[in-house]
Protein backbone atom coordinates (compact mmCIF):
# COMPACT_ATOMS: atom_id res chain seq x y z
CA UNK A 1 0.00 0.00 0.00
CA UNK A 2 1.32 3.50 -0.68
CA UNK A 3 2.57 6.16 2.05
CA UNK A 4 -0.39 8.63 1.96
CA UNK A 5 -3.09 7.05 -0.33
CA UNK A 6 -4.87 3.56 1.38
CA UNK A 7 -4.56 1.90 -1.79
CA UNK A 8 -2.16 0.39 -4.23
CA UNK A 9 -2.13 3.71 -6.69
CA UNK A 10 -0.65 3.19 -10.22
CA UNK A 11 1.66 5.80 -9.61
CA UNK A 12 3.21 4.34 -6.98
CA UNK A 13 3.22 1.22 -8.40
CA UNK A 14 5.32 2.68 -11.29
CA UNK A 15 7.92 4.29 -8.46
CA UNK A 16 8.46 1.19 -7.16
CA UNK A 17 9.36 -0.55 -10.04
CA UNK A 18 11.12 1.80 -12.27
CA UNK A 19 12.32 4.08 -9.51
CA UNK A 20 10.85 7.21 -11.18
CA UNK A 21 7.55 8.57 -12.32
CA UNK A 22 6.16 6.86 -15.47
CA UNK A 23 3.83 8.48 -17.65
CA UNK A 24 1.06 7.66 -19.98
CA UNK A 25 0.97 9.15 -23.57
CA UNK A 26 -2.91 8.10 -24.88
CA UNK A 27 -3.49 8.09 -28.04
CA UNK A 28 -6.50 7.41 -30.33
CA UNK A 29 -6.05 4.94 -33.57
CA UNK A 30 -8.35 4.95 -36.43
CA UNK A 31 -10.31 2.13 -34.90
CA UNK A 32 -13.98 1.19 -34.48
CA UNK A 33 -15.85 -1.53 -31.72
CA UNK A 34 -18.01 -4.24 -32.66
CA UNK A 35 -20.78 -3.00 -30.51
CA UNK A 36 -20.96 0.25 -33.13
CA UNK A 37 -20.48 -1.06 -36.50
CA UNK A 38 -23.32 -4.08 -35.87
CA UNK A 39 -20.96 -7.29 -35.35
CA UNK A 40 -22.13 -7.41 -32.07
CA UNK A 41 -24.64 -4.47 -32.26
CA UNK A 42 -25.20 -1.03 -32.99
CA UNK A 43 -25.54 2.38 -30.84
CA UNK A 44 -22.58 1.28 -28.97
CA UNK A 45 -22.65 0.93 -25.08
CA UNK A 46 -25.37 3.49 -23.92
CA UNK A 47 -22.75 5.54 -21.95
CA UNK A 48 -20.31 5.99 -24.58
CA UNK A 49 -19.89 8.90 -26.67
CA UNK A 50 -16.94 8.86 -29.01
CA UNK A 51 -15.71 5.59 -28.15
CA UNK A 52 -14.45 7.51 -24.91
CA UNK A 53 -11.91 9.33 -26.59
CA UNK A 54 -10.24 12.15 -24.95
CA UNK A 55 -11.59 15.45 -26.96
CA UNK A 56 -8.02 16.65 -27.52
CA UNK A 57 -6.96 13.38 -29.39
CA UNK A 58 -7.71 12.93 -32.97
CA UNK A 59 -7.57 9.60 -34.66
CA UNK A 60 -7.02 11.34 -37.67
CA UNK A 61 -3.05 12.78 -36.25
CA UNK A 62 -0.67 9.96 -37.30
CA UNK A 63 0.12 7.54 -34.50
CA UNK A 64 4.03 8.69 -34.41
CA UNK A 65 2.66 12.37 -34.01
CA UNK A 66 0.45 12.01 -31.38
CA UNK A 67 3.18 9.95 -29.27
CA UNK A 68 5.89 12.33 -29.78
CA UNK A 69 3.42 15.27 -28.94
CA UNK A 70 3.11 13.17 -25.62
CA UNK A 71 6.19 12.94 -24.38
CA UNK A 72 6.64 16.57 -25.35
CA UNK A 73 4.19 17.50 -23.42
CA UNK A 74 4.89 14.95 -20.68
CA UNK A 75 8.48 16.56 -20.71
CA UNK A 76 7.33 20.12 -20.41
CA UNK A 77 5.33 19.16 -17.22
CA UNK A 78 7.63 16.51 -15.34
CA UNK A 79 10.61 16.94 -16.42
CA UNK A 80 13.40 14.92 -18.67
CA UNK A 81 13.69 12.47 -16.28
CA UNK A 82 10.76 9.98 -17.10
CA UNK A 83 9.57 7.17 -18.84
CA UNK A 84 6.65 6.22 -20.47
CA UNK A 85 3.90 4.12 -21.59
CA UNK A 86 1.71 4.11 -24.59
CA UNK A 87 -1.44 4.36 -24.02
CA UNK A 88 -4.36 2.74 -26.66
CA UNK A 89 -7.47 4.32 -25.45
CA UNK A 90 -10.67 4.70 -27.13
CA UNK A 91 -12.53 2.21 -29.09
CA UNK A 92 -11.62 -1.24 -29.20
CA UNK A 93 -7.77 -0.98 -29.90
CA UNK A 94 -7.31 -5.11 -30.59
CA UNK A 95 -10.00 -4.95 -33.22
CA UNK A 96 -8.03 -5.07 -36.62
CA UNK A 97 -6.30 -7.26 -38.85
CA UNK A 98 -3.13 -8.56 -37.01
CA UNK A 99 -1.06 -6.92 -39.35
CA UNK A 100 -2.52 -3.80 -38.88
CA UNK A 101 -2.00 -4.19 -35.02
CA UNK A 102 1.56 -4.83 -34.94
CA UNK A 103 2.04 -1.84 -36.78
CA UNK A 104 0.59 0.64 -33.91
CA UNK A 105 2.07 -0.99 -31.18
CA UNK A 106 5.39 -1.70 -33.24
CA UNK A 107 5.63 2.26 -33.15
CA UNK A 108 5.45 2.55 -29.62
CA UNK A 109 9.19 0.51 -29.62
CA UNK A 110 10.44 3.60 -31.86
CA UNK A 111 10.16 6.27 -28.53
CA UNK A 112 13.36 6.60 -26.19
CA UNK A 113 11.94 6.11 -22.45
CA UNK A 114 8.84 3.84 -23.39
CA UNK A 115 8.71 0.83 -21.37
CA UNK A 116 5.23 -0.54 -21.87
CA UNK A 117 2.09 -0.02 -23.62
CA UNK A 118 -1.53 -0.53 -22.27
CA UNK A 119 -4.09 -1.94 -24.65
CA UNK A 120 -7.84 -1.02 -23.89
CA UNK A 121 -10.14 -3.57 -25.19
CA UNK A 122 -13.65 -5.25 -25.02
CA UNK A 123 -13.29 -8.62 -23.47
CA UNK A 124 -14.92 -10.24 -26.87
CA UNK A 125 -12.20 -8.82 -28.44
CA UNK A 126 -9.32 -11.14 -27.49
CA UNK A 127 -8.76 -14.06 -29.90
CA UNK A 128 -5.56 -15.86 -28.89
CA UNK A 129 -3.42 -14.67 -31.83
CA UNK A 130 -3.66 -11.01 -30.56
CA UNK A 131 -3.06 -11.84 -26.88
CA UNK A 132 -0.31 -14.30 -28.59
CA UNK A 133 0.86 -10.86 -30.59
CA UNK A 134 0.63 -8.85 -27.42
CA UNK A 135 2.81 -11.08 -25.60
CA UNK A 136 5.49 -10.72 -28.12
CA UNK A 137 6.46 -7.37 -26.65
CA UNK A 138 6.24 -8.57 -23.16
CA UNK A 139 8.65 -11.36 -23.82
CA UNK A 140 10.75 -8.70 -25.24
CA UNK A 141 10.89 -6.65 -22.30
CA UNK A 142 8.22 -4.04 -22.33
CA UNK A 143 5.63 -4.24 -19.84
CA UNK A 144 2.26 -5.12 -21.22
CA UNK A 145 -0.92 -4.11 -19.81
CA UNK A 146 -4.60 -5.61 -21.47
CA UNK A 147 -7.77 -3.42 -20.16
CA UNK A 148 -10.58 -5.34 -20.39
CA UNK A 149 -13.73 -3.38 -19.69
CA UNK A 150 -16.50 -5.33 -17.90
CA UNK A 151 -18.19 -2.32 -15.74
CA UNK A 152 -21.04 -4.73 -13.61
CA UNK A 153 -20.99 -8.22 -13.08
CA UNK A 154 -24.49 -8.40 -13.48
CA UNK A 155 -25.91 -9.68 -16.39
CA UNK A 156 -29.09 -7.59 -16.04
CA UNK A 157 -27.32 -4.78 -15.73
CA UNK A 158 -24.84 -5.35 -19.40
CA UNK A 159 -27.73 -6.11 -20.99
CA UNK A 160 -29.47 -2.77 -19.90
CA UNK A 161 -26.42 -0.30 -20.76
CA UNK A 162 -26.23 -2.51 -24.47
CA UNK A 163 -22.16 -3.98 -23.77
CA UNK A 164 -23.47 -6.74 -26.02
CA UNK A 165 -21.22 -9.45 -24.26
CA UNK A 166 -22.05 -11.16 -20.83
CA UNK A 167 -20.31 -11.59 -17.64
CA UNK A 168 -18.78 -15.30 -18.54
CA UNK A 169 -16.80 -13.47 -21.58
CA UNK A 170 -14.93 -11.07 -19.32
CA UNK A 171 -14.15 -14.38 -17.04
CA UNK A 172 -12.87 -16.51 -19.96
CA UNK A 173 -10.59 -13.48 -21.80
CA UNK A 174 -9.37 -12.85 -18.14
CA UNK A 175 -8.35 -16.55 -17.78
CA UNK A 176 -6.99 -17.04 -21.23
CA UNK A 177 -4.64 -13.20 -20.75
CA UNK A 178 -3.81 -14.50 -17.55
CA UNK A 179 -2.03 -17.55 -18.81
CA UNK A 180 0.74 -14.94 -20.82
CA UNK A 181 2.98 -12.63 -19.24
CA UNK A 182 0.61 -9.47 -19.75
CA UNK A 183 -0.73 -7.56 -16.93
CA UNK A 184 -4.42 -7.22 -16.99
CA UNK A 185 -6.75 -4.16 -15.77
CA UNK A 186 -10.51 -4.53 -14.88
CA UNK A 187 -12.82 -1.54 -15.68
CA UNK A 188 -15.84 -1.28 -13.75
CA UNK A 189 -18.36 1.69 -13.90
CA UNK A 190 -19.90 2.46 -9.91
CA UNK A 191 -23.56 4.29 -9.88
CA UNK A 192 -24.95 2.12 -13.23
CA UNK A 193 -28.63 2.72 -13.47
CA UNK A 194 -30.68 0.68 -11.17
CA UNK A 195 -27.46 -0.90 -9.26
CA UNK A 196 -27.52 -1.53 -5.62
CA UNK A 197 -24.52 -1.79 -3.12
CA UNK A 198 -24.85 -5.36 -3.69
CA UNK A 199 -24.35 -5.13 -7.03
CA UNK A 200 -21.15 -2.95 -6.53
CA UNK A 201 -20.08 -5.90 -3.77
CA UNK A 202 -20.83 -8.81 -6.02
CA UNK A 203 -18.52 -7.24 -9.05
CA UNK A 204 -15.93 -6.02 -6.75
CA UNK A 205 -15.85 -9.73 -5.23
CA UNK A 206 -15.82 -10.94 -8.96
CA UNK A 207 -12.48 -8.88 -9.41
CA UNK A 208 -10.85 -10.47 -6.09
CA UNK A 209 -11.12 -13.64 -7.54
CA UNK A 210 -9.70 -13.68 -10.66
CA UNK A 211 -6.31 -13.28 -11.67
CA UNK A 212 -6.27 -9.67 -12.20
CA UNK A 213 -3.21 -7.20 -11.36
CA UNK A 214 -5.43 -3.94 -11.96
CA UNK A 215 -8.63 -2.19 -12.08
CA UNK A 216 -9.89 1.00 -12.94
CA UNK A 217 -13.03 2.29 -11.08
CA UNK A 218 -15.31 5.09 -12.74
CA UNK A 219 -18.36 6.78 -11.07
CA UNK A 220 -20.97 6.78 -13.45
CA UNK A 221 -21.42 10.17 -15.44
CA UNK A 222 -23.66 11.28 -18.16
CA UNK A 223 -22.23 12.77 -21.20
CA UNK A 224 -24.31 14.52 -24.03
CA UNK A 225 -25.59 13.18 -27.30
CA UNK A 226 -25.53 9.09 -25.56
CA UNK A 227 -28.47 7.12 -24.89
CA UNK A 228 -27.91 7.70 -21.34
CA UNK A 229 -28.29 10.96 -21.48
CA UNK A 230 -31.53 10.93 -23.28
CA UNK A 231 -32.66 8.65 -20.11
CA UNK A 232 -31.27 11.02 -17.39
CA UNK A 233 -32.86 13.50 -18.77
CA UNK A 234 -36.64 11.61 -19.21
CA UNK A 235 -35.65 11.04 -15.03
CA UNK A 236 -35.38 7.24 -15.58
CA UNK A 237 -32.21 6.71 -13.19
CA UNK A 238 -30.33 8.61 -10.84
CA UNK A 239 -26.88 9.56 -10.22
CA UNK A 240 -24.65 9.63 -6.85
CA UNK A 241 -23.74 11.75 -5.03
CA UNK A 242 -20.03 12.10 -4.37
CA UNK A 243 -20.32 10.81 -0.59
CA UNK A 244 -22.75 8.14 -1.62
CA UNK A 245 -19.93 7.20 -4.38
CA UNK A 246 -17.10 7.86 -2.06
CA UNK A 247 -18.60 5.22 -0.02
CA UNK A 248 -19.25 2.66 -2.85
CA UNK A 249 -16.16 2.87 -4.16
CA UNK A 250 -14.57 2.74 -0.22
CA UNK A 251 -16.92 -0.94 0.00
CA UNK A 252 -15.03 -1.99 -3.39
CA UNK A 253 -11.30 -0.96 -2.35
CA UNK A 254 -11.80 -3.16 0.41
CA UNK A 255 -12.44 -6.22 -0.75
CA UNK A 256 -9.86 -5.93 -3.48
CA UNK A 257 -6.39 -7.84 -2.73
CA UNK A 258 -3.71 -5.52 -1.55
CA UNK A 259 -1.33 -6.31 -4.24
CA UNK A 260 -4.31 -4.93 -7.37
CA UNK A 261 -3.16 -1.85 -8.87
CA UNK A 262 -6.01 1.09 -8.50
CA UNK A 263 -5.00 2.54 -11.61
CA UNK A 264 -7.98 5.31 -10.94
CA UNK A 265 -11.21 5.91 -8.76
CA UNK A 266 -11.94 9.21 -10.57
CA UNK A 267 -13.50 9.81 -14.16
CA UNK A 268 -13.31 13.29 -15.94
CA UNK A 269 -15.38 14.47 -19.10
CA UNK A 270 -14.76 17.78 -20.60
CA UNK A 271 -17.26 20.46 -19.18
CA UNK A 272 -18.87 21.04 -22.38
CA UNK A 273 -19.85 17.31 -22.97
CA UNK A 274 -20.67 16.43 -18.99
CA UNK A 275 -24.18 16.58 -18.20
CA UNK A 276 -23.69 15.34 -14.57
CA UNK A 277 -22.45 14.85 -11.97
CA UNK A 278 -20.40 18.08 -11.30
CA UNK A 279 -17.74 16.07 -9.41
CA UNK A 280 -16.91 14.39 -12.93
CA UNK A 281 -15.60 17.46 -14.25
CA UNK A 282 -12.10 17.62 -14.90
CA UNK A 283 -11.27 20.64 -12.43
CA UNK A 284 -13.19 18.25 -9.57
CA UNK A 285 -10.83 15.60 -10.03
CA UNK A 286 -8.94 15.50 -6.71
CA UNK A 287 -11.71 16.40 -4.76
CA UNK A 288 -13.36 13.29 -6.04
CA UNK A 289 -9.89 11.15 -5.25
CA UNK A 290 -9.70 12.67 -1.87
CA UNK A 291 -13.77 11.95 -0.87
CA UNK A 292 -12.81 8.33 -1.64
CA UNK A 293 -9.07 8.46 0.23
CA UNK A 294 -11.37 10.12 3.38
CA UNK A 295 -13.72 7.99 3.74
CA UNK A 296 -11.18 4.97 4.16
CA UNK A 297 -9.69 7.02 6.56
CA UNK A 298 -12.86 8.06 8.38
CA UNK A 299 -13.24 4.05 8.47
CA UNK A 300 -9.68 2.73 9.34
CA UNK A 301 -9.85 0.53 6.89
CA UNK A 302 -7.87 0.36 2.98
CA UNK A 303 -7.29 -1.73 0.59
CA UNK A 304 -8.07 -5.66 1.18
CA UNK A 305 -9.12 -4.90 4.28
CA UNK A 306 -11.91 -7.02 3.49
CA UNK A 307 -10.20 -10.08 1.56
CA UNK A 308 -7.61 -10.43 4.78
CA UNK A 309 -10.43 -10.56 7.01
CA UNK A 310 -12.22 -13.08 4.85
CA UNK A 311 -8.53 -15.08 4.46
CA UNK A 312 -8.41 -14.99 8.19
CA UNK A 313 -11.37 -16.53 8.68
CA UNK A 314 -10.91 -19.23 6.02
CA UNK A 315 -7.47 -19.91 7.82
CA UNK A 316 -9.33 -20.77 10.87
CA UNK A 317 -12.13 -22.45 9.37
CA UNK A 318 -9.42 -24.70 7.87
CA UNK A 319 -7.30 -25.20 11.25
CA UNK A 320 -10.91 -26.04 12.89
CA UNK A 321 -11.04 -29.57 10.17
S1 LIG B 1 -17.24 -1.19 -26.14
FE1 LIG B 1 -16.05 0.66 -25.64
S2 LIG B 1 -15.90 1.84 -27.54
FE2 LIG B 1 -17.48 0.28 -27.84
S3 LIG B 1 -19.38 1.37 -27.38
FE3 LIG B 1 -18.73 0.35 -25.49
S4 LIG B 1 -17.45 1.83 -24.34
FE4 LIG B 1 -17.71 2.59 -26.49
Redesign the pocket.
Known sequence: MSGALPFLSLKEYFLRKYGKRVQKVTVALPF?????DGTKAVG??T??YD??KPSLLSPTVPLKTQIAQGIERAKRKYGEDILFFVYYQ???NTYADLDTLKEVYDTALEFEGVVGIDV?T?PDCAPEEVLDLLSSYAERGLEVWIEF?LQSANFETLKRIN??HGVSDFVDAVLRASKRPLKICAHVIIGLPHETREDVIETAKLIASLPIDGIKIHPLHVIKHTQMAKEFLEGRFKLLSLEEYAKLCADFIEILPANVVVHRVTGEVDEKLLIAPDYCSPKNKNKTLQAVVNELKRRGTYQGYNTTALNRHMETVRKGF
Open positions: TCPNRGCFCGSSYTGRGRA
